[in-house]
């Protein structure tokens, strides 16, 4: 036999040797000079940027789990939401463009103002004025709340369309690919993905389009009152764009590998309190500690990345937006001497400069979440990018006889578990197939279920393979029982009726009288209408089980492969079940993965699985008195 | 002056060290002044940067209205280039302090942040087992994730809400020593102005929790699908839930529709409000203009002011808001931090003596020392609740209490539900105190485990429940958590719970990455691993509870052999029905009803008892076949 730890020496590594979570130059020195110190801050930074595009990087392209989209398939996919939606979005641009263009006029009304003051005639003119002023709030408070509610409903309406798709292409993922891969990434797609996508769509999307129109239209305004006064001003401004460039390149990365950190917490957190059983039998609990602190410590590193980032934005922003106040102050004086501009628009063009530093951090602050928020959006459309497993045909088949035929697969590139595998099954038998862990018997089971097509050979229903059968066929042929009897959140009907949607009330109770759980559901005063699931009706073990069962009285199929490892029948229930499994299994073709041997025992056929080929095939008593046979030892090591 | 992350060893001290003082839990507002206490000097520092910070608002209206008026209006360049050459200084002394403040309130926050989430790491470590009996996982979880963050948010909005007090006072003076009848108007009006939107807002909370609840539910609907996604794909259904969570879809769209429209409403008020109350200033100050009361550069500079005074009103409301959603966060962390171990360590404890064996007084069973025992029930709750006592821990048979009293329950109803919580959760803990202090009923040598220290029984009885979790990290962290074993050892390990083909399986072999609770595994990988983990920990005493039941019977077969090999001359006890494990035992217990009725070997209670023979006849379900059989062979 291979040894299996051969390796072992290699990848056995000395721990007591191992780097520390934070490496010493990410650690500020405690004394030096005040150049010496900001060099070291500069090498710091330097270091975090490289850790944070690293994690970053792995992000991208996970060694395990599902895909990730590119940012051209996160833009097409928002242009046809947004295509969708036309008019809403023309009638968004229109009303806050009103709204922020109403709001412009205000400073240019109080400048005329001052200038009728200064020119001694505003007695006469003041009150109208003013009226006319009141008159524009009023209709920039009406506009911004019909801008506002136009803004909302399109947030919302295309946040509902975009989660309600990544749930439609999760439904619709590949059975081969769900059956195999874990289901921890998509957990995090679907919950913290997804809540990241929302607060870009919900709120960035509108506050970005609002913010730049805000910009656009006061860089107008300040033009329409004085170009003179303006220019300058704008100049400066423009002065910190490439800074401005510069922080919106790093911030989305810094941020995305920040909350991965928080979801490093989070898991090592969640584990140690799930298992503090095990934490505490074993003496865990200063590792426990000790890994808690680490992925702070790190989160803490991705913490100082950004906020040298701010840091860094805010030097140039803070100036940037702030100084155009001195320099209108100068170039209007300068302005005024020469008689160019009046106080009036020097007082509009402070007002504006005033209001503009807001829609100016916030249009950053947007691009940076939109960036964040298309990130995550690829890893959502990522998922729709697993290529399909199997391409149905028309075919139908013809009678229930399964047959495989030279059975080879491998999960790893030239690793095959299975070596050419022939097995034919006869209506109605109940067939067992036993072997030690690892020698192929439950990938034979999936080939037979037909959730894996296999790399050689075939397995046909009624002549048909069952890789060509579209799955809501395939789920009426052959059934692959496992033990999840996992109960949806939804109704008693909604959790029974899966394989056949249309089923009607009558088939559900049928279904449910049959594997004996219709007495507890007549119980519940909603009947079938009763919501199952987490925070609902709770279920004991034997009802989800049932529930489980009941599934498959209503999918129907004539064969059976039940994968005994994880089979339905927990020990603790057995008993109550014992006679809802076999209302299930009268009438049907049965594949039994054995693991308890009174299953084989009491199978027509036992098939005996070693190193990925049939070894022994036959009943029970005539393997039994084969004096070598591997199935004898066993059966005598069990009953001994 | 603390930096983040802090160094915390409340409730737990690394090293087996002394804790330093819990935090004080007796009332929600003691506890919040005990987690700013903690960091006052750096809450201090950051009020002080931020009344820099605040430098341009506070005087640059004032500086920009006599510049009007000393050097634009009468033409004075001097003046002007003066007046300017001081607002460029205090906006560059606000843009260094901003950065300042910035730094300082990323360090407040994270404080609060990270020490918040390492209390709870440091409770759990400190409760064990207790805390999952007594808490709802998820409530733990939230006080690290959600309430932590709230904590953070309150010492940021308590540094800047002392700035911009002091800001708020001094644009006062300023405004109240020009002109007392435009100072009093914008002294009244910000705090109108803030307060006009008020009545808006308790509809627009109560449309937003709405919203939240139905966001959480969905976030809940899809996380369902997910884990059920192989039934979805292999059974069907997809249509049903998919379209169940488009209709939660839409009603969540809904109530954020609804949400947005009090949202707009608010800020609409806002605009009106702010419009209004500037044109009223300006007009009274014109007319004190015209009446020569006022210069120009006055009025412009109230112009400035107008706009800033909503800021720190703003700011006001911010804070009572922040308070109290921090209070909230205080009453979940609370009833997480106010928990205490039940154990009461012996005030003169005893060793454990080195030989002996173990003995369970309330149903009779006995571990001899250096004996493989295998315990036989048909009922397993029994042996599992046996294998809980020889380990000294509280069984699980309560449920844990949550604080979530239910959405829609307000007021008298709501303090009603929380009260009778408490005392539902005081009494777990009363009792559990009470099982703790007794005497236990399990002796090691004849000694009571109640009367030695706790970790001295963790040291000598590992009892490896069906329970019993991986963690992420290498298989090499998995098998030998602590470092303590050599290449030799590990590998020993492995080959005794039969888990080479995980090793092979793993890419990097010891260095392979298991992930989170050995998630990625099978359910049998999982379990030989955990295995592994305890055969190595080569604990004197081992208790294993259905050590293979996910587990083919080739495999265990070999492990029962090879468990029965190593552990050879140590005490050990497995909880099993299989009859692949029965012969190796040196004993076997049958317990029924509580009650350890039978023992003997394999063969002996096969002959002599009846029952023995219909527990483990059933699990064969061979009934009869066994004499047969043996007949034959």
Not at chain 2, 111 to 119: D, F, S, V
Request: hydrophobic letters at 45%; glycine letters at 8%.
């Amino acid at each position: 036999m291979v040894d299996l730890l051969a390796t072992s020496p290699d990848t056995w590594r000395d721990r007591a040797a191992d780097a520390p979570v934070i490496p010493q130059e990410l650690i500020p020195p405690r004394e030096g000079s005040f150049t010496d110190r900001v060099r070291a801050l500069r090498r710091r930074h330097a270091l975090r940027e490289r850790r944070a595009l690293e994690n970053y990087a792995q992000s991208r392209k996970p060694e395990r789990g599902w895909p990730v989209a590119d940012n051209r398939a996160v833009l097409a996919f928002f242009r046809t939401l947004l295509r969708e939606r036309r008019r809403v979005f023309v009638a968004l641009v229109v009303l806050n463009g009103l709204a922020a263009a109403t709001g412009l006029v205000v400073p240019r009304l109080l400048g005329s103002l001052i200038n009728e003051t200064v020119a001694g005639d505003a007695e006469s003119s003041l009150n109208s004025l003013a009226l006319l002023i009141v008159g524009v709030v009023c209709a920039q408070a009406l506009l911004t709340f019909v801008a506002q509610r136009t803004s909302t409903i399109f947030g919302q309406d295309l946040l509902s369309s975009a989660r309600e798709y990544i749930v439609r292409t999760i439904l619709a993922l590949p059975l081969g690919r769900v059956e195999s891969a874990s289901s921890g990434d998509l957990v995090t797609r679907v919950t913290r993905d997804v809540g990241t996508m929302s607060r870009s769509v919900q709120y960035g999307v509108p506050m970005a389009i609002i913010s730049s129109l805000t910009v656009v239209l006061s860089v107008i305004a300040m033009l329409l009152n004085s170009v003179m006064l303006a220019v300058p001003s704008l100049m400066v401004i423009g002065l910190a764009f490439p800074q401005v460039r510069r922080y919106l390149q790093r911030a989305p990365k810094g941020y995305i590998n920040e909350g991965a950190t928080y979801s490093r917490i989070n898991s090592t957190l969640t584990e140690t309190v799930e298992g503090a059983r095990t934490v505490e039998a074993l003496g865990l609990a200063d590792r426990r500690v000790q890994a808690g602190d680490d992925d702070i410590d790190i989160s803490a590193q991705a913490e100082r990345y950004t906020m040298t980032l701010r840091n860094l934005l805010f030097a140039v922003i803070d100036v940037a937006f702030n100084a155009p106040r001195v320099v209108t102050l100068l170039v209007g004086a300068y302005g005024y001497a020469q008689g160019w501009v009046s106080l009036g628009q020097i007082t509009a063009a402070v007002l504006y400069v005033e209001a503009l530093s807001g829609p100016l951090d916030r249009l950053v602050g947007e691009v940076d979440r939109l960036q964040v928020g298309a990130a995550s959006t690829s890893r959502l459309l990522g998922i729709a990018e697993v290529p399909a497993d199997r391409i149905a045909g028309t075919e139908l088949p013809d009678g229930p006889e399964l047959v495989g035929e030279d059975l080879r697969f491998a999960y790893r590139e030239g690793h095959d578990v299975l070596h050419g595998v022939d097995l034919r099954l006869s209506t109605g038998e109940r067939l067992a197939i036993v072997g030690p862990s690892g020698s192929g018997k439950s990938t034979l089971g999936r080939l037979l279920s037909g959730i894996n097509g296999p790399r050689t050979g075939t397995v046909t229903v009624g002549g048909v393979e069952l890789v060509d059968l579209p799955l809501e066929t395939l789920r009426t042929e052959v059934a692959l029982v496992t033990q999840e009897h996992h109960v949806f959140k939804g109704s008693v009907r909604d959790n029974i009726i899966l394989a056949r949607e249309d089923s009607g009330d009558d088939a559900v109770w049928d279904a449910l009288r049959a594997v004996g759980a219709a007495e507890w559901v007549e119980r519940f005063p909603t009947g079938l209408d009763t919501q199952l699931g987490s925070g609902n009706q709770p279920l004991t073990p034997a009802q989800a089980q049932q529930v489980a069962l009941a599934r498959l009285i209503i999918a129907d199929p004539h064969t059976l492969v039940l994968d005994e490892a994880t089979s339905l029948i927990d020990p603790r229930t057995a008993r109550t079940l014992e006679g809802s499994m076999s209302a299930l299994l009268e009438g049907r073709t049965v594949v039994a993965i054995a693991h308890r041997l009174h299953t084989a025992h009491d199978a027509d056929r036992i098939a005996v699985v070693i190193d990925g080929r049939i070894v022994e095939l036959g009943s029970h008593h005539e393997l039994v008195s084969r004096p070598d046979g591997e199935y004898a030892a066993l059966w005598r090591a069990w009953t001994s | 002056m603390r930096d983040f992350p802090p160094v915390i060893d409340t409730f737990y001290a690394r090293g087996g060290g002394e804790p330093s003082a819990a935090p004080d839990t007796r009332t929600r507002t003691r506890f919040l002044l005990w987690m700013l206490k903690l960091q006052w000097p750096v809450i201090l520092t950051t009020t002080a940067l931020g009344m820099f910070w605040q430098l341009p608002p506070m005087f640059g209206p004032f500086i920009f209205g006599r510049a009007v008026d000393e050097g634009i209006v009468p033409g004075s360049a001097h003046s002007t280039v003066q007046w300017a050459g001081l607002l460029l200084a205090v906006t560059l002394i606000g843009a260094v302090f901003g950065i300042l403040m910035h730094t300082y309130i990323v360090r407040t926050w994270l404080i609060a942040l990270y020490g918040t989430m390492k209390m709870v790491t440091r409770k759990a470590a400190q409760m064990g087992h207790v805390l999952p009996r007594r808490t709802p996982t998820g409530e733990v979880l939230s006080v690290a994730s959600a309430d932590s963050d709230e904590f953070g948010a309150l010492t940021e909005i308590l540094a800047r809400t002392c700035t911009q007090l002091v800001a708020y006072l001094v644009v006062a003076f300023i405004v109240l020593s020009t002109s007392v009848e435009l100072g009093v108007l914008l002294l009244i009006a910000a705090p109108v102005l803030v307060g006009a939107a008020f009545p808006l807002l308790k509809p627009l909370h109560r449309r937003q929790e709405i919203e939240r609840g139905r966001n959480s539910d969905l976030t809940s609907l899809a996380t369902d699908i997910v884990a059920g996604l192989r039934i979805l794909r292999g059974i069907g259904g997809e249509r049903t839930f998919g379209s169940n969570y488009a209709t939660q879809s839409q009603l969540a769209r809904q109530a954020g529709q609804s949400a947005g429209i009090w949202q707009a409403g608010i800020e609409a008020v806002g605009v009106l409000f702010s419009g209004v109350f500037v044109v009223l200033l300006v007009w009274l100050g014109t007319r004190q203009v015209i009446s020569g009361e006022l210069t120009i550069g006055q009025l412009i500079s109230f112009l400035g002011y107008a706009l800033f005074m909503i800021y720190p009103i703003q700011t006001f409301f911010e804070f009572a808001q922040k308070l109290t959603r921090a209070t909230v966060s205080a009453r979940r962390a609370i009833a997480i931090f106010e928990q205490q171990p039940p154990w009461i360590d012996a005030t003169d404890p005893r060793g454990l003596p080195e030989h002996g064996d173990l003995v369970d007084e309330e149903t009779g069973f006995v571990a001899h020392e250096g004996q493989l025992t295998i315990v036989v029930s048909a009922v397993p709750e029994d042996t599992s609740a046996l294998a809980d006592r020889l380990g000294r821990y509280l069984t699980t048979d309560v449920e844990p209490i949550s604080e979530d009293i239910g959405e829609g329950v307000k007021g008298r109803a709501a303090r009603r539900a929380r009260a009778e919580r408490e005392a539902e959760r005081a009494r777990i803990a009363a009792r559990d105190e009470e099982r703790a202090r007794q005497r236990w009923g399990v002796t090691l040598g004849g000694v009571d485990l109640s009367e030695v220290q706790l970790t001295d029984v963790r040291r000598r009885i590992l009892v490896s429940d069906s329970g019993s979790q991986l963690f992420a990290g290498t298989l090499q962290d998995a098998v030998d958590p602590h470092g303590r074993l050599d290449r030799h050892q590990a590998e020993d390990a492995l080959r005794v719970a039969n888990a080479e083909d995980v090793y092979d399986a793993l890419p990097g072999g010891w260095q392979g990455q298991l992930d989170e609770r050995g998630r990625g595994l099978s359910g049998g990988q999982r379990q030989r691993v955990v295995l592994a983990r305890a055969i190595a920990a080569e604990a004197p005493v081992l208790v294993l509870v259905e050590p293979t039941s996910a587990v083919d019977a080739h495999t265990e077969a070999r492990i029962a052999e090879r468990v029965a090999d190593v552990r050879r001359g140590r005490t050990t006890v497995v909880t099993t029905v299989s009859p692949l494990w029965l012969h190796h035992a040196d004993r076997i217990v049958l317990v029924q009803d509580n009650h350890a009725v039978a023992e003997g070997t394999h063969e002996d209670l096969l002959l002599d008892s009846p029952d023995y023979r219909r527990v483990v006849t059933r699990a064969m379900d061979v009934d009869g076949e066994v004499e047969e059989v043996g007949a034959r062979g």
